[in-house]
């Protein structure tokens, strides 16, 4: 069934105390319009009208869409006058899905709910039921059960005010119609604003039938109104990302310290110890152990590697069984074969560590292809940038690079040669030579040490 969405996204926010508009503040890593826009457009909506306003070229720049249409709201005047201005864009023939910018969480499978429920109806409605609905417009049902009203707090009667049903917001309707309730709108009210809700009343006033959906979880309606609601959908999202891994196979140490930021893909048996974060896309073999306080971002990592705690992977590939940390850094095009191992406080950049090569200590590898069985000393770098230009360094199979040791690049150490600790390379190595580069030793016999002056 073709349908469109209309997202309303003009407010300032003020209370998020921003020079942000408020849509664009991230949840999970994404802006929250940008999550609703990315939900519908996996159900095959063919347009999206993004109702705009404050920050609107913050929002340009930010928020993308393959069917999107900027929808510019000047004056902010109410909720049936944002959707007003993109009634043009609205087909006749086709149902429209009214959402709020603000509301970050709503799921695809509650709004094919909502989708579903519009099929039998005129005009479907996604309501909630909360346990203390104070200051909310209450939905009012016919002996039936159909929709009659929505009814604000502060209008209500006591009878009406025991009803724990309330107005979401977001709502469906034929195109037509709503363009025909959009033009009978009256600001006649305090405000002087148009109010999306008083469709509700035009619709059964003209006995229209308007039924309601409901989500599986409150927060999804949820908007945001300052950073504290923030915060709560952010833990909300975590929550349910968590819940995910551990049904997909993975054991989280504490579900409530893990922040996904993309998508994790995991096999059976993953780990995942506390506090780590997990950025783009992110995928994780069989018997993955992701030790505490680790970073991934678009990575993948091979059955049984293990990542152990406060190292950062950023565009990496860890082969099976390999090791990565304490305290490691794969930059992007770092890439490691099967077993291999790099320890503390070592960084790979655009370099790759053959089938069980090792670099322990305190190392740079940046634009360097190191061989098979390579074995590569503490504190070894490879000199790859000249201040204008970036070379490649290469190290051949069972290579053996002394600890301190400066590997200038361009340049060649051939498969099984042998670096001595505290050299300089600049030429290239033989297979199986020994290069030293380093000043000769002098020991000069009863030196004075200096004295402290007086």
């Known amino acids: 069934m073709a349908f469109s969405v209309v997202v309303l996204a003009a407010g300032k926010g003020t209370r998020m105390k921003s020079a942000l508009p408020k849509v664009l503040h991230k949840v999970g890593g994404v802006a929250m319009v940008q999550r609703i826009i990315n939900t519908v457009e996996q159900m095959q909506a063919s347009a999206v009208h993004l109702v705009y306003g404050h920050g609107g070229d913050l929002l340009r720049q930010h928020v993308s869409g393959n069917n999107l249409n900027w929808c510019l709201q000047a004056e902010q005047l109410g909720t049936g006058h944002a959707v007003q201005q993109a009634a043009d864009h609205v087909k006749d023939d086709e149902d429209v899905l009214i959402l709020v910018g603000d509301a970050p969480l709503i799921r695809q499978q509650t709004l094919e709910r909502l989708v579903s429920v519009k099929q039998q109806c005129d005009l479907a409605l996604l309501t909630v039921e909360l346990p203390d609905p104070t200051g909310m417009g209450r939905i009012v049902r016919s002996a039936d059960g159909n929709i009659t009203a929505i009814v604000e707090h502060k209008d209500a009667t006591d009878e009406q005010r025991a009803i724990n049903e309330i107005n979401t917001g977001m709502m469906m309707m034929n195109g037509a119609d709503l363009k025909r309730w959009l033009k009978a709108l009256s600001?006649?009210?305090?405000?002087?604003?148009y109010y999306l809700t008083d469709v509700i009343a035009m619709a059964a006033a003209q006995g229209k039938v308007i039924q309601a959906a409901q989500p599986d979880e409150v927060v999804e309606?949820?908007?945001?109104?300052?950073?504290?609601?923030?915060?709560?959908?952010?833990?909300?999202?975590?929550?349910?990302?968590?819940?995910?891994?551990?049904?997909?196979?993975?054991t989280l140490a504490d579900p409530a310290r893990i922040d996904v930021r993309?998508?994790?893909?995991?096999?059976?048996?993953?780990?995942?110890?506390?506090?780590?974060?997990?950025?783009?896309?992110?995928?994780?073999?069989?018997?993955?152990?992701?030790?505490?306080?680790?970073?991934?971002?678009?990575?993948?990592?091979?059955?049984?590697?293990v990542i152990e705690a406060n190292s950062m992977l950023d565009q990496a590939q860890v082969g099976e069984a390999c090791t990565v940390g304490p305290y490691a850094r794969l930059r992007p095009g770092a890439i490691m074969h099967k077993a291999a191992k790099v320890g503390n406080f070592v960084e790979m950049k655009k370099a790759v560590l053959g089938e069980g090569a090792k670099a322990n200590h305190l190392t740079y590898l940046g634009d360097a292809e190191v061989g098979e069985g390579a074995n590569?000393?503490?504190?070894?770098?490879?000199?790859?940038?000249?201040?204008?230009?970036?070379?490649?360094?290469?190290i051949g199979k069972n290579a053996f690079i002394g600890s301190n040791s400066a590997l200038v690049a361009p340049v060649s150490i051939a498969d099984n040669a042998t670096v001595g600790a505290g050299s300089v390379i600049t030429a290239n190595v033989e297979d199986g030579a020994l290069a030293i580069a380093r000043g000769k030793q002098r020991n000069i016999a009863n030196w004075p040490r200096p004295k402290k002056k007086s």
Request: with cysteine; aromatic share 4%.
């Open 221 to 250: 309606t949820e908007g945001v109104n300052n950073r504290v609601h923030l915060a709560k959908l952010e833990r909300a999202l975590q929550r349910w990302n968590a819940e995910t891994l551990m049904h997909g196979g993975a």
């Open 262 to 305: 993309g998508s994790v893909t995991t096999g059976s048996d993953v780990f995942i110890d506390v506090n780590c974060v997990f950025e783009g896309e992110v995928t994780l073999g069989d018997n993955v152990v992701i030790g505490p306080n680790c970073v991934l971002k678009d990575c993948t990592v091979a059955d049984n590697a």
């Open 187 to 193: 600001n006649d009210n305090a405000q002087g604003e």
């Open 376 to 394: 590569i000393g503490a504190g070894t770098i490879t000199c790859n940038y000249d201040g204008v230009n970036k070379s490649t360094t290469q």
